[in-house]
């Protein structure tokens, strides 16, 4: 799984930029991003977006729950997701752009598995930022 | 014996004037000669509508470049800076999130997913994953419509030809703004534009799309754009795109993108 994840990061790094499908991105934060450590609630594998829902403790120990954009499932199963790949019950760590307005909600930035494959909003995972 | 060569003649011509006014207008070529565009291809990275070819060519495009500032007349500059804080006050709703209009032309080549460019003598046909969306280009020889046999429509009337591997083309009838953006960045046209479009394939595995829009009510002079398009790997597969499956994010009256739970529940802490 990581091998053909790399091979297909090095075959795509030019064209996995964020880009909603369909609607404008202006109600997320463009650069500002959010790790959110939770438990996988449900998957939605559809068009035009695909969707994470994860329960994520706050402060006070109380889950809330999130809602992640991604691309679409068309864009991201060529980019090395699949459909089964976010189970109910999985633990994850998440990067998301959060809404500017502080719901509980954003796009994604980078979803990490609990055996460290990482893939990112359209498919491989985001190369890291220049320090 | 030269009557019979005559009638023979005659009777010849008779029965091969109806396959000789079927013929395809000459400006068709053999499907031998089209270039192969065959494959999945999308967009390279780089803004819609507002690279440069040189900027389009570099390996790769940055994904935030230098924007060009359309030539826009006044009446079209003050829309489009009213566009800029729309967006900025996210108030610049895009046509396509109600999921029941085309993204027209040329906006349909500004989409993130994939794209198939299928050429035939008669015709080529963009063909967009997301929407969908189909343009028809026809190549074989006929011109555009005359004007009071025309409407706006979103796609428009396209219709070009061959110059070796180049596909040229003519775009009019598109619906402008009102109706269709050009792109999330502002840029919009009148109902007058026209586009000429040529595509050749430059690499392998790449297509270089250059454009030159004119519109008398909204630009003051021609303004080239170009975009590249990188194709997929051979067994990549083309799918559905059911805008209206699970739409999300619907749009307000007064332009604003909304967010909706698993429920159909708006979440959006700012409503």
């Given at each position: 799984?990581?091998?053909?994840?790399?091979a297909?990061?090095?075959?795509?790094?030019?064209?996995?930029?964020?880009?909603?499908?369909?609607?404008?991105?202006?109600?997320?934060?463009?650069?500002?991003?959010?790790?959110?450590?939770g438990?996988i609630k449900?998957?939605?594998?559809?068009?035009?977006?695909?969707?994470?829902?994860v329960?994520?403790?706050?402060?006070?120990?109380?889950?809330?729950?999130?809602?992640?954009?991604?691309?679409?499932?068309?864009?991201?199963?060529?980019g090395?997701?699949?459909?089964?790949?976010?189970?109910?019950?999985?633990?994850?760590?998440?990067?998301?752009?959060?809404?500017?307005?502080?719901?509980?909600?954003?796009s994604?930035?980078?979803?990490?598995?609990?055996?460290?494959?990482?893939?990112?909003?359209?498919?491989?995972?985001?190369?890291?930022?220049?320090q | 014996?030269?009557?019979?060569?005559?009638?023979a003649?005659?009777?010849l011509v008779?029965?091969?004037?109806p396959a000789?006014?079927?013929?395809?207008?000459?400006?068709?070529?053999?499907?031998?000669?089209?270039?192969?565009?065959?494959?999945?291809?999308?967009?390279?990275t780089?803004?819609?509508y507002e690279s440069?070819?040189?900027?389009?060519?570099?390996?790769?495009?940055?994904?935030?470049?230098p924007?060009?500032?359309p030539p826009?007349?006044?009446?079209?500059?003050?829309i489009?800076?009213?566009?800029?804080?729309?967006?900025?006050?996210?108030?610049?709703?895009?046509?396509?999130?109600?999921?029941g209009?085309?993204?027209?032309?040329?906006?349909?080549?500004?989409?993130?997913?994939?794209?198939?460019?299928?050429?035939r003598?008669?015709?080529?046909?963009?063909?967009?994953?997301?929407?969908?969306?189909?343009?028809r280009?026809?190549?074989?020889?006929?011109?555009?419509?005359?004007?009071?046999?025309?409407w706006?429509?979103?796609t428009?009337?396209n219709?070009?030809?061959?110059?070796?591997?180049?596909?040229?083309?003519h775009?009019?009838?598109?619906?402008?703004?009102?109706?269709?953006i050009l792109?999330?960045?502002?840029?919009?046209?009148?109902?007058?534009?026209?586009v000429t479009?040529?595509?050749?394939?430059?690499?392998?595995?790449?297509?270089?799309?250059t454009?030159v829009?004119?519109d008398?009510?909204a630009?003051?002079?021609p303004?080239?754009v170009?975009f590249?398009?990188?194709?997929?790997?051979?067994?990549?597969?083309?799918y559905?795109?059911?805008?209206?499956?699970?739409?999300?994010?619907p749009?307000?009256?007064?332009?604003?993108?909304?967010?909706?739970?698993?429920?159909?529940?708006?979440?959006d802490?700012?409503q």
């Open positions: 799984m990581k091998t053909r994840l790399a297909l990061s090095l075959a795509l790094a030019a064209i996995t930029a964020p880009a909603f499908a369909h609607h404008s991105g202006a109600m997320f934060e463009p650069v500002k991003e959010v790790t959110l450590k438990v449900e998957f939605q594998w559809t068009n035009p977006h695909a969707w994470i829902q329960n994520v403790p706050d402060a006070s120990g109380k889950l809330v729950e999130w809602s992640i954009e991604c691309a679409s499932p068309n864009t991201m199963s060529r090395g997701w699949k459909k089964s790949i976010l189970k109910p019950g999985d633990q994850v760590t998440i990067v998301t752009h959060p809404m500017k307005d502080g719901t509980s909600a954003g994604l930035v980078s979803v990490t598995l609990a055996d460290g494959t990482t893939l990112g909003f359209a498919g491989p995972a985001p190369a890291p930022k220049p | 014996m030269i009557r019979a060569l005559h009638l003649t005659f009777a008779l029965a091969l004037a000789a006014c079927a013929q395809p207008a000459k400006t068709v070529p053999a499907f031998s000669a089209l270039p192969d565009w065959s494959g999945a291809w999308v967009r390279a780089g803004n819609f440069t070819p040189e900027q389009a060519l570099q390996p790769a495009p940055p994904a935030n470049s924007r060009q500032h826009y007349t006044p009446k079209f500059e003050a489009y800076q009213d566009n800029l804080k729309r967006i900025a006050a996210d108030r610049y709703p895009d046509p396509v999130s109600v999921c209009t085309p993204a027209g032309w040329p906006r349909m080549l500004a989409t993130p997913d994939a794209y198939e460019f299928v050429v003598p008669e015709q080529t046909w963009l063909l967009s994953e997301n929407g969908p969306n189909v343009v280009i026809y190549t074989d020889g006929r011109d555009h419509p005359p004007a009071d046999e025309m706006t429509t979103f428009g009337n219709v070009g030809h061959w110059e070796g591997d180049t596909l040229v083309f775009s009019i009838g598109m619906k402008g703004v009102g109706s269709t792109g999330r960045a502002g840029v919009v046209m009148s109902d007058h534009l026209e479009t040529r595509i050749r394939k430059v690499e392998p595995d790449r297509l270089l799309v454009m829009l004119k008398p009510e630009l003051t002079k303004w080239p170009a590249t398009f990188k194709r997929l790997p051979p067994d990549s597969f083309i559905d795109y059911a805008c209206a499956e699970n739409n999300r994010n749009v307000t009256a007064d332009g604003r993108t909304l967010t909706l739970d698993t429920k159909g529940e708006v979440i802490k700012g």
